[in-house]
């Protein structure tokens, strides 16, 4: 089990070098760090139980991309529960970023007020770099659709974070 | 108002714990639910083995179903689809072992006699079957069909007791024949019959043949139906001549229970005819 390998990574690998990929997914899909963690775990298995043959880092990472916004949706579906915004403003649990730098804690906050599938195109284009057309194939999206969701998503976290923005 | 930035947003960090959390992952997942998952899907197969199980049992059970339906056509009914002859489009005969109703000299309910013209000829006939003993006789006078049997000198009486279909009749199955009783019926009355009269007079007729030896007798009952399936000159159908007069008048006697007939207790009108089916004598008999 230990000599499996993903995309030429072993699974160790994997994870040092995706965590926090995974992890803001689920944070931004779930806004709540205890269900965020279940998701998480929830990923690694799922990629360690299946073992796919994955034919590049690439589509490593977007693999567990996809998965991760598939275990949040069904976590949501199961629970059926209302994310607040208090739940990220509570006090920090054990492993959670205690320290928020002002600029990032302002756009997080807006972010989290979003809809999920703005919070979603913005996160992979911002913080993972993503391009349109990766966004739409990692999230089953037509280009001009995700195109379409992060302009708007631009427009809305505007006007919630305020400001002229670019 | 602040400026949006958006390239000042940053990956979330995952927190250390999640990552040892992740990295047990390996050690505590099971080996067999690693097999499990790459075991063979035993409902996918057994749910295909269980539709084409129920397809083949439906199949042949569709199959012998309609091999037990099929109908097969009984040999002997397909005489009954053969075109009648001349004498049986008047008549209405489809086949000799129905003689009753083709014999144009049947006899009506009141005991009127009908001619033994071209008529009764052509009834004769049409009833011979190859078993008939006077059949080089026919072939050495051969008869003429009438075009017209009503057109004969007299008018024929035809026994209402049976009617005549004008047309072809349909093929249809023929009816299961009674078992005659294997002994003949003997009513508490004597069933013999006799009747003298001479060869050389027929019953409106004048065509004979003097030394003609050979004479039958045929029954008609009360309803006019002729007694017996066998055709008119079978053996069946024979009678004995017991002497010969001097004015060259016979005896005949005739027996229908010792030739095996079924006879019941009723009136019978017998009839004496030659082997040409010139009617020679005809009388009532009552059995009781």
Redesign the interface.
Known sequence: ??D?TFAGLS??AV??KY??????VC??RLQNWADA?DC??NT??KL???SPDFQSETHLKAWLIRVAINECRNYIAKNRRFLSLDSMSREAR????SVWHD??R???WA?IRLEPKYREV??LH???QYKVDEIAHILGKNPNTAKTLLRRG?EK??KI?????? | ???????????????????E???S??AA?P?T??KR?TAFPVYRFAAAASIVLVSAIGLLVFLLHRGAGELTVAPHSQNATQPPTAAAETVGESSYTAPILSDPTALSADGRQPTAGAAGRQATESAVNETAPSATVFAQHPMSRPDDPTAASQPTIIAPSAPFPTEVPKPTDPPSPIQPPTEPYRPPGDCEIYGTFSLGTAGGSGNYVAEETSIFCRLYDSSGRLVGDSPLFHPQREAKILSRNSDGSVLAYYNPVEKGMYITEDSYVYVFYDIHGNELYRDVKFVF
């Open positions: 089990m230990a499996k699974y160790d994870l040092q965590a926090d990929t995974v992890a803001g944070v931004m963690e998480f775990q690694f298995i360690f139980q299946k054990e492993g959670e970023p600029n990032e302002d756009i997080s972010l913005l996160y911002y913080c993972e631009r976290l505007r974070y305020g400001g002229d923005g670019e | 108002m602040n400026k949006v930035n958006f390239d000042s947003m940053k990956r979330f960090k995952a927190p250390e714990a999640w990552i959390k992740a990295a992952i390996p997942i080996t639910v690693l998952r």
